[in-house]
């Protein structure tokens, strides 16, 4: 089992930045692949971002159209730490950011890939 907590989330104007962490715990090896999903009320749940093993100390970094280039970074470090870096937040940004993590991933913006789910922080942009 694996265990993932977030952090990071909060209330923002337009234009600000957040930095969002996940804390994976647990049976970490369960957990190569690593990602950010989000749900906006009203709307299904969608990919953020997430990254995937290339090597043994390094990832590849996957953004969704939305956030390229305003969510600049997302990282993960070698205590399992994955972080997002959010940069220039929209209005349309506010939602609840969830981290998920699975062993194999197909299809890194497809959340029925991810086994293990974290409960989630909100982050909330006002215009």
């Known amino acids: 089992q694996v265990q993932l907590v977030e952090s990071g989330g909060g209330s923002v104007q337009a234009g600000g930045s957040l930095k969002l962490s996940c804390v994976a715990s647990?049976?970490?090896?369960?957990?190569?692949?690593m990602g950010w999903f989000r749900q906006a009320p009203g709307k299904a749940r969608e990919a953020v971002a997430a990254?995937?093993?290339?090597?043994?100390?390094?990832?590849?970094?996957e953004y969704a159209d939305s956030v390229q280039g305003r969510f600049p970074d997302i990282k993960r470090n070698a205590e399992n730490t994955l972080y997002l870096q959010m940069n220039n937040l929209k209005a349309e940004d506010t939602a609840i950011y969830y981290c998920?993590?699975?062993?194999?991933?197909?299809?890194?913006?497809?959340?029925?890939?991810?086994?293990?789910w974290g409960q989630g922080t909100q982050v909330t942009v006002s215009s």
């Open positions: 647990g049976y970490t090896s369960s957990a190569q692949f």
């Open positions: 990254v995937r093993p290339i090597g043994a100390h390094s990832f590849f970094a």
């Open positions: 998920a993590a699975s062993e194999r991933v197909r299809n890194w913006n497809d959340e029925n890939d991810y086994n293990y």
